[in-house]
């Protein structure tokens, strides 16, 4: 059953739950139809002042538009900006590499909406073989570690509708949403990589706004399907499937001891399939701040390494644990989980991400049968606060039975009560 906030938030959203009308002034960006670079044609759609209110931005359907350097737009009101054709990024490594370090002309997405309201971005809904923006990461991920890798799109703006789009190989982190009132949906992001090569931080929503939805999205990825971040704020995201990434994902938070703050995140209704994690949340050694009232509930797992992952004592394991993190942390409360399903990948568990050892996701005492981590920082009494799980049915592949690590001393003797009982072994339903 969704929760009052939940129904609560998408009310408030319904303003901006379907994409806006085409608007009567429309400004046709002009593909080359070459190996040209069509970015001065679509900064002469900018620079025209009746395209940045009440108008439309068509990419049209059937051409290919190459937009090979970053795109910074202006302050739009009430603007669709349609993407019916294809988009293609530049696919010379050293050349993106050169643009992404110069930071005068790099703002730190390819695309940006810094400001304005009233803004659809939407793709192609009839056609699939149009709407893709190709970022050519592939070569990147074979290259192994490239630096100055390129993030796709940074949306600070209000009343904002993403729909439909298409992403192809991004090379680094997809959408960041940072604005008030947003709204993702029907969106497919395939980072699949057609090689062994691992497609590293390839995370698909960035979340750190206020008033956002994400619904019935199409994930495959390297990183976080979805992350919440320092500043969320009333984020519900429902029937979203996941594959191949770091699930849906809460952080990390307080690094370097910075104060967090995100509250009223519902995730409802996922598919994970190939995952590391499920359900996670994690925060560094002596952070601090609060994040509360989260909420994940139904939960289809096939072959997820960590279905339910809590670790507020997060390190770099290649560096090793801060000696003076101090006894300070992140607080959580109010976290529930509840009706998760499905399979954990006991025989291969993990991805292609390590290139450390230990790995950078390694937890003392796994073997491939945890459903349930719970790794709580010790030290106030508000560490953790009202965590509780119900109805969980997983179990590992291989046919051994299910386990969880719970430190009941981390716990106030109030919340102990976390809907299984709380220890290293086996896992009982209390």
Not at 321 to 333: E, F, L, Q, S, Y
Not at 381 to 394: C, E, K, Q, Y
Request: with cysteine; charged share 15%.
């Amino acid at each position: 059953m969704r929760s009052l906030i939940a129904l609560t938030l998408i009310s408030a959203l319904g303003a901006v739950a379907a994409p806006s009308k085409s608007k009567a002034t429309v400004c046709t960006v002009e593909a080359s139809h070459s190996a040209a670079d069509d970015t001065p044609a679509l900064l002469k759609v900018l620079n025209t002042t009746e395209c940045l209110t009440d108008a439309t931005i068509l990419f049209k359907q059937g051409a290919t538009y190459n937009i090979y350097k970053p795109v910074a737009f202006p302050a739009l009101k009430n603007v669709v900006v349609s993407i019916q054709g294809n988009i293609n990024l530049p696919s010379n490594v050293t050349l993106v590499q050169s643009i992404v370090s110069n930071s005068k002309i790099y703002p730190g997405y390819w695309f940006t909406f810094k400001s304005g309201s009233g803004i659809t971005i939407e793709g192609n809904s009839k056609n699939k073989n149009q709407g893709w923006i190709d970022s050519h990461g592939q070569q990147w991920w074979d290259a192994n570690n490239q630096v100055n890798r390129p993030h796709l799109m940074s949306i600070s703006a209000s009343n904002v509708v993403v729909s439909y789009l298409k992403i192809k190989k991004p090379v680094g982190w997809v959408f960041k949403a940072a604005g008030s009132n947003m709204n993702f949906n029907h969106i497919t992001i395939d980072a699949k990589s057609d090689s062994s090569a691992f497609p590293f931080n390839t995370d698909g929503f960035d979340v750190g706004g206020v008033n956002v939805t994400l619904t019935d999205n199409y994930v495959v990825n390297g990183d976080d399907c979805i992350t919440i971040n320092n500043g969320a704020k009333n984020v519900y995201a429902a029937d979203n499937y996941c594959e191949g990434g770091h699930g849906a994902s809460l952080g990390s938070f307080g690094s370097g001891g910075s104060v967090a703050a995100a509250s009223n995140i519902t995730f409802t209704r996922f598919t994970m399939v190939d995952s590391l994690y499920g359900g996670r949340f994690k925060s560094w050694s002596g952070g601090n701040g609060l994040v509360s009232d989260v909420h994940y509930s139904d939960f289809t797992l096939r072959n997820v390494s960590f279905p339910i992952f809590i670790t507020q004592n997060y390190y770099d394991q290649s560096v090793g644990k801060p000696a003076n993190a101090g006894t300070n942390n992140t607080n959580i409360a109010n976290f529930s989980y509840r009706n998760f399903a499905g399979t954990i990948d006991s025989r291969k568990p993990g991805d292609g991400s390590c290139v450390t050892n230990p790995c950078w996701y390694a937890v003392n005492g796994t073997d491939g049968t945890q459903a349930i981590i719970f790794d709580f920082a010790k030290g106030t009494d508000l560490s953790a606060t009202n965590i509780v799980t119900s109805n969980i049915n997983i179990r590992p592949d291989d046919g051994r039975q299910a386990t969880v690590i719970c430190d009941p001393e981390a716990l106030q003797e109030t919340d102990k009560q976390v809907g299984f009982v709380c220890h290293d072994g086996l896992y009982i339903r209390a």
